[in-house]
């Protein structure tokens, strides 16, 4: 009889173990949609029937990937709960046959993992009876779902703390990371480690060798038993007991509201469903996943945190350009300046992009503190296991250092990363252009100055362009590239190229005073200069922004930036845009008294050995503000937050902006614009474009002119249109 073919999974028996390799059909990763899911239950349920089948392995025939999770463009499109209550139930059922394929037909199951095995991926992992992960530096492991605004709805909020320990699961699914295969052997997720090329032999070696053997192997929490270190006798008192179990919870559930302010429902959502799970059973706990899942996949919170998961994907596949230009080729890139920026750029240059680098400052002690800068970069990694300590050595030697240009006579990039001067940028571009060949990009790394400001009077203006990048930029996940009508197109593809190796998301904006990511932040922070001149505090301006979304309070990073900088930035904005940004005359008279942040250990907050502390009380008497007044969090948050989509919307408008997605994205990944709000494009479509201009020409009637509506949103407003 013939055996049965299938679209998305290739199948083979031997000598009584099936081997099933996922190869999801027209996609370049496997993920679970229906159809993907309905085919993986025939094969379940030929395994549970044919007696033939001893014994069951799961890989894939993808490299690279294991199961990266369910489909979420299919998960996007589910808006009745009670239809992704009965999907996500049959997933879960689907889920619980594999791991019964051993503990009530006696068959063992392998999960042979390699590349991302995360969500829905690690949960059928997790039924299996056996993990065996590759140590490819693309094995990943994880529950990353609260990323995207839900919770495991596989069974993984509850078999990840019988696996791993209560403790260790609710670090992982409450906080989304990966983890890599090593650590993942050792807290109990994978029972073994080996190199890809040998995988499935292993897992076919155990697979044989757990025929006939019972289900249950030892629980993360009983290979806690045999360490018996005080951090694991500590644990044990805490998952142990039902006194330590609360506290654990507890403890637990005033962390995450503390972190996320309330605004992101799905990390609470699954440390229920956990709590469930221990206090009142598995089923209870089954029952309690599917429930907070349902509930939360059709949630605005989660529709917001899909699309930008969708918006950043497709960005990966952007080139930034609409036409046919090639990025050339890039192997040696020049950085001028060993700052805070410049350092965070080579390190770039190097841990990701695998680039040669030629750092040039004006001293060799700067050349110097550059080095190490990388170098502790990578030695944190060698700590983690993420490379070897030969690994590392070697990306040191890609590193060169100068205080003169000798050796930039082959570098295909050179990025400037020097003080934010407009006649030193200028001077560095003529330089560059002496000692280097037609074929160089001059990359300038500016927050503010018009690029085409910086190319006036260059030999080869086509082949400057901005990289904006954020600090640190080791850390920080954007890159915004600016454009001027002289850019040529290859130079743009090969700067967006060279910042997807970088590791970044990539961003391609038309050039202006500020770009966007500065000049949107603009009228936002200026506002905060107009709240305190009324006498509105500074803790209260921080903490209904905070509580808005964003990770700090505007007062805290115009600390953190430098008030110095600010003022400067703002007096820049305000030649450009008029009275709309004029600067509060604040600012200024904090510089003058000396206060310029954190870095000085003297601005709006206190700070003791670089530690920030409260408010500086002083700062009121040097601004001269009236007593302080009471001012609800909703007005502050609606004052300062409109400002910003507004500012969005004008640069959708004048061309800035290629599009809304790309305001999105650089609002979050650049600025902490909030991301369960989607981006301001995102947040504007939510509230409505009408219910927005209506609340702007409120503000506009009280406070004057910077709060006029944006004509792209009147027009949005009459039509009904929106923007994503």
């Known amino acids: 009889m013939a ?8 199948v083979t028996v031997d000598d009584g173990v099936a081997t099933v390799l996922m190869d999801k059909a027209d996609s370049p990763v496997n993920s679970i949609s229906p159809d993907f899911a309905g085919e993986l239950a025939e094969i379940i349920e030929r395994v549970e029937t044919d007696g033939d089948i001893k014994a069951l392995v799961i890989g894939s025939s993808k490299r690279n990937n294991f199961l990266a999770g369910a489909d979420i463009p299919w998960l996007f499109t589910l808006e009745d709960s009670s239809d992704a209550l009965e999907l996500i139930t049959a997933g879960q059922g689907l889920f619980q046959r594999i791991e019964d394929l051993h503990v009530k037909h006696g068959k063992p199951v392998v999960a042979a993992i390699d590349g991302a095995c995360l969500g829905g991926g690690c949960e059928l992992a997790l039924a299996a009876s056996i993990r065996v992960a590759t140590d490819n530096k693309k094995t990943l492991l994880g529950q990353p779902e609260v990323k995207i605004g839900v919770i495991p709805g596989g069974g993984g909020t509850q078999r990840l703390p019988k696996l791993v320990g209560i403790t260790t699961a609710l670090d992982l699914i409450l906080t989304g990371k990966n983890i890599r295969p090593h650590k993942a052997r050792k807290i109990g997720l994978v029972d073994e480690v080996c190199p890809s090329e040998v995988l499935m032999a292993v897992a076919t070696k155990r697979a044989t060798s757990a025929i006939g053997t019972k289900a249950k192997g030892p629980s993360g929490l009983e290979r806690l038993k045999g360490l018996l270190s005080p951090q694991a006798i500590q644990q044990l008192a805490l998952e142990e007991t039902p006194v330590g179990r ?31 799970g221990i206090e009142d059973g598995p089923d209870a706990g089954y029952a309690a996943e599917v429930e907070e899942f349902s509930k939360l996949v059709t949630s605005p919170e989660a529709k917001a945190l899909m699309s930008v998961f969708f918006a950043s994907t497709e960005l990966k596949k952007d080139t930034g350009i609409d036409t046919d230009a090639l990025p050339r080729d890039v192997q040696n890139v020049g950085v001028l300046g060993a700052g805070l920026m410049g350092s965070g750029i080579t390190t770039v240059n190097t841990v990701k992009a695998g680039v040669r680098t030629r750092l040039k400052d004006v001293s060799d002690e700067g050349v110097a503190k550059g080095l190490a800068y990388v170098r502790r970069v990578l030695d944190k990694q060698v700590k983690r296991r993420w490379i070897t300590k030969g690994e590392a050595d070697r990306a040191m030697f890609k590193i060169t250092g100068t205080t ?24 560095m571009v003529a330089e560059i252009e002496a000692v280097t060949p037609d074929t160089t ?22 082949n400057i362009i901005g990289m904006h990048y954020f600090s640190p930029v080791e850390k920080m996940p954007l890159l915004e590239v600016i454009v001027t009508d002289a850019t040529e197109d290859w130079v743009t593809a090969t700067c967006v190229a060279l910042g997807k190796r970088q590791g970044l ?12 990511t500065t000049r949107v932040l603009a009228p936002y922070m200026n506002e905060v200069g107009h709240l305190l001149e009324e006498g509105v505090a500074i803790e209260a301006i921080d903490t209904a922004m905070v509580s808005w979304g964003f990770p700090v309070g505007p007062i805290t990073l115009t600390d953190e930036v430098g008030i110095d900088v600010g003022a400067k930035i703002g007096k820049i904005m305000h030649a450009a845009f008029g009275d709309r940004l004029k600067p509060v005359a604040g600012y200024e008279t904090l510089v003058k008294d000396g206060r310029y942040g954190r870095k000085n250990g003297r601005g709006f907050y ?11 009380e002083s700062v009121y008497k040097v601004l001269g503000t009236p007593a302080r007044i009471d001012m609800d969090a909703e007005e502050i948050q609606r004052r300062l937050g409109l400002l910003f989509v507004n500012e969005a919307a004008r640069c959708l408008e004048e061309g800035i902006l290629r599009s809304a997605r790309d305001g999105d994205i650089g609002a979050i990944f650049g600025l902490g614009f909030p991301p369960f709000r989607g981006g301001p494009f995102a947040h504007i479509d939510h509230v409505g474009a009408a219910a927005v201009v209506e609340q702007l020409d409120e503000l506009a009637a009280e406070h004057g002119d910077r709060y006029q509506p944006a004509q792209i949103l009147r027009t ?6 929106t923007f994503r």
Do not use: C, M, W
Request: net charge neutral; glycine share 10%.
């Open 246 to 276: 609360n506290l654990l919870f507890s403890k637990a559930e005033e962390k995450l509201l503390a972190t996320t302010g309330g605004n992101y429902p799905a990390p609470v959502a699954a440390l229920r469903a956990i709590r469930v």
């Open 3 to 10: 055996q049965p073919t299938y679209k998305n999974f290739t």
């Open 716 to 721: 949005h407003a009459a039509d009904g249109t």
């Open 606 to 616: 206190t700070y003791t050995d670089g530690k920030k502390g409260g408010v500086d």
């Open 441 to 462: 990009i001059f990359a300038t790394n500016t927050s503010s100055i018009p690029i085409t400001q910086i190319a006036k009077g260059a030999k080869r203006p086509g």
């Open 505 to 516: 998301t990539v961003i391609v904006v038309s050039d202006g005073t500020g770009f966007y």
């Open 404 to 427: 003169d240009f000798s050796g930039f006579g082959n570098i295909d990039v050179v990025i400037e990363a020097v003080f934010e001067d407009l006649d030193l940028k200028r001077s």
